[in-house]
Every structure is written in C-alpha cells, then in structure tokens.
T-cell receptor, first 114, second 114 residues
Framework: AQSVTQLGSHVSVSEGALVLLRCNYSSSVPPYLFWYVQYPNQGLQLLLKYTTGATLVKGINGFEAEFKKSETSFHLTKPSAHMSDAAEYFCAVSGSGGSYIPTFGRGTSLIVHP | EAQVTQNPRYLITVTGKKLTVTCSQNMNHEYMSWYRQDPGLGLRQIYYSMNVEVTDKGDVPEGYKVSRKEKRNFPLILESPSPNQTSLYFC?????????????FGNGTRLTVT
C-alpha cells in the first residue's frame, strides 16, 4: 500500500521568502514521486517528478524537491516566493504493487503576502 | 495542442435529474480517470479506465457511472444526482509507459446539485 501525508493544509509566506512544502510518503517499493500545482480555476499540472537517479529534482518556475529515502520525504522548495506562486500544491506517489495509479496527498494551499 | 477537455465547466442541476460530464483527450492515452475535489479532502478517485472497455472503481464510486467505448472519451454519468455530489470534478489521462508517467488534467467541472 502507498500513502502520502502533506503537513500543513495552508502555508503562508511573504514575497521573497523561502517556500517549503512538506510531503512524506509510505511505499513498499522504491516510489515514483510527483508534485502537481493547481492555480485558481484550473486543473492540476505537473511541477516536477522523481523516478530514479539524482535525488534533487528541478521543476518549473524555480521549484525543486529532494528525495530523501531515509526520511521518506519529498519536500518542495523555492528560494524566493513570488505572488504568482499562490496556488494549491499536491504531492503524489505511485509504484507500490506495480500500480500506475497515483495516491495524492490532501494538498497544501500556498498563500503569498506582499 | 495536447489536452484533456471537460465539458461543461459549470453545471447547476436539481436532485434526481440525470447528467453527463464529458471528457476527451487527444494524446492517445490508455489510462483515464475521474476525481472529485472537496475542501479538506483533496482529490478522491471515482473511477478509472486502463483501456477501452476496461473500467474499475476508485475510492468513491457510489452514485457514479462511467463508460469507455472509445480511447479518447471517458464520460462521467450521474444517474440520479444528490446534493452530496456537489463538488469540483476533474478528468485526467496518462500513457501507461511506466509508473513515472504523469497525469494530464482537464480544467475541471464545478457541479452544484440543489
């Protein structure tokens, strides 16, 4: 079985501050991990993904995430928040039991203050 | 342009009146899925399909039906909608080239059942 926990349903930062969105997973096999972003009134779009190889993954819009197997984590970071980063962010895991079907976390709403 | 198209974007209906939400993808993807998104609950999978004529229940299938007669289309049918089905619905698709294939989402259908 696989599961995802996103710590914090809301995260609030000031423009220019570091963004850190937390994601912990459980999986019986080496996981495939994803971060998706949902802007207001839109569907989800892929931000970045980890499959194998380099544990630091770079995505779009300056975001990156680091796969830490020992901590079963895949936290999303961005050095400097922009107002346009305000959105809902979802972490997802797939691969357990040979399943293609991803399991999503409950999402974290990022609020950026001027 | 590669995309997943859902229609309608907004729908208001009354209890018991059958409705269909259409979903179409132009990427020749084998896998398609329906999710509902509710505040505090994240994304919950309703039904999914691994290929034409192959459908399976997700986590919350009660009150919904789907069909997959063609590869590109995956309509969601509510035979007798109830107020607890008021939600934001997303259709998604993916190729089955591996567990690291990301999902492509439509822009959502906001359904209100009164």
């Amino acid at each position: 079985a696989q599961s995802v926990t996103q710590l914090g349903s809301h995260v609030s930062v000031s423009e220019g501050a570091l963004v850190l969105l937390r994601c912990n997973y459980s999986s019986s096999v080496p996981p495939y991990l994803f971060w998706y972003v949902q802007y207001p009134n839109q569907g989800l779009q892929l931000l970045l993904k980890y499959t194998t190889g380099a544990t630091l993954v770079k995505g779009i819009n300056g975001f990156e995430a680091e796969f830490k197997k020992s901590e079963t984590s895949f936290h999303l970071t961005k050095p400097s928040a922009h107002m346009s980063d305000a959105a809902e962010y979802f972490c997802a895991v797939s691969g357990s039991g040979g399943s293609y079907i991803p399991t999503f976390g409950r999402g974290t709403s990022l609020i950026v203050h001027p | 342009e590669a995309q997943v198209t859902q229609n309608p974007r907004y729908l208001i209906t009354v209890t018991g009146k059958k409705l269909t939400v259409t979903c179409s993808q132009n990427m020749n993807h084998e896998y398609m899925s329906w999710y509902r998104q509710d505040p505090g609950l994240g994304l919950r999978q309703i039904y999914y399909s691994m290929n034409v004529e192959v459908t399976d229940k997700g986590d919350v299938p009660e009150g919904y039906k789907v069909s997959r007669k063609e590869k590109r289309n995956f309509p969601l049918i509510l035979e007798s909608p109830s107020p607890n089905q008021t939600s934001l619905y997303f259709c998604a698709s993916s190729s089955l080239t591996g567990n690291n294939s990301p999902l492509h989402f439509g822009n959502g259908t906001r359904l209100t059942v009164t």
